[in-house]
């Protein structure tokens, strides 16, 4: 057994040690990186899902937001075309009246004309009368009189006549029996006229009468006409009112409803939303008491680990150290008894010695603080990731 083996020996001891140290640091490291991985895609998926959620939310207030200013634009297009229906109404009633008023007039002044024209007929009529009358009793009077004075004239003639033919007796009879004659004649002349006139007059009377009958008959035609085109206006005027009343009042209902629906969809909405982030939040915060009585248990395991490994590796060293210690020694002496060289010699070879394994000391306890910093790292990630797959399995 020489120095040289021993040397070898621990060299590939401690680099096979070091191999497997790093080699499990990389695996763990490898298994973090894929559970930090696997841990930052399902926080991702989960981002990307509150964000379609809260873009779906977004989306549907846009559209809620859209649906209502088209409703209120159409309600007031709506209800600006029913005040311009309502004051187009108030224009054609007031049309209406207008018309009527001048067509009243108008057949008040029609029957104004008629009424003067009827009265001015009825004094013409009468004066026309009153002058027939005065007339018959003139054309009687004269007529009378001719009959009288031509019954004279005959009768005296008539008498001369007989009594120049037939003698006194029979002149005197005969002349009474003309005189008879003739004065029937005359009143029937006299009463065949008066009655052609008196008929004459009538039928002028019975025509006027008729002409101004029929008229009047007209203008009562026309004003039953009038009221009913005034009574049928006033009923569509009243119905399309009552329309555009009922109609406002279902539109009022309606957007009343359609207003207390989106209040109660959005109370509905926010109560869900309000219910799912209180869920989320009792989630989260029961997660995080599961992660952290986790991790405080998964340190304290942690810390048992490596005070065991700390331990464990400090004797490992103290042993090599030792191991070494005894080897060196063993050499020195096997030099020195072979050499036998003198207490100068001796004096720097020790010397160089306490430089040397003052020198590898000060590199083995660097060495050893770094394995122990990156160990506790790597037990900590692994903590970390068990920790995290705990919370995954538990999620």
Known sequence: FSLSSARYLCRGHLARRLYQVLL?????????????????????????????????????????????????????????????????????????????????????????????????????????????????????????????????????????????????????????????????????????????????????????????????????????????????TRGFLGRRKVMRVREKVEAEQREAAARHIQRVARGRQGRKEAEVKRTEAQEQRRRTHAATVIQSFGRMIHSKKVVKKLRRLRDVELRRARMCTKIQSVYRGYLVRRTGLGPHYRHRRRAAVKIQSAYKAYRTRKAHTRRLRDSAEKELRGMQKECATEIQRIA
């Open 24 to 232: 499990v640091e990389e695996l763990e490291r490898r298994a973090a990186i894929a559970v930090q991985a696997a841990f930052r895609g399902l926080q991702g998926r989960k981002q990307a899902a509150q964000r379609r959620r809260e873009a779906a939310i977004e989306y549907l207030e846009d559209q809620a937001l859209k649906i209502q200013c088209l409703f209120r634009g159409h309600m007031g297009r709506r209800v600006a075309g029913e005040k311009r229906a309502e004051r187009q109404a108030e224009n054609e009633q007031l049309a209406a009246l207008i018309l009527q008023c001048w067509y009243r007039r108008h057949l008040a002044k029609e029957r104004a004309d008629f009424l003067r024209r009827r009265n001015w007929v009825a004094r013409l009529s009468a004066r026309v009368a009153y002058i027939q009358a005065a007339v018959r009793r003139v054309l009687t009077t004269k007529d009378y009189i001719e009959s009288l004075q031509q019954a004279k004239e005959e009768k005296v003639r008539a008498a001369r006549e007989y009594e120049r033919r037939l003698g006194k007796g029979v002149h005197r009879h005969a002349r009474t029996i003309q005189m008879a004659y003739r004065r029937f004649q005359l009143s029937l002349r006299v009463e065949m006229r008066v009655r052609k006139k008196e008929y004459s007059t009538v039928e002028i009377q019975r025509m006027g009468r008729g002409m101004l009958a029929r008229k009047e008959r007209r203008m009562m035609i026309q004003l039953r006409a009038i009221r009913v085109v005034q009574r049928l």
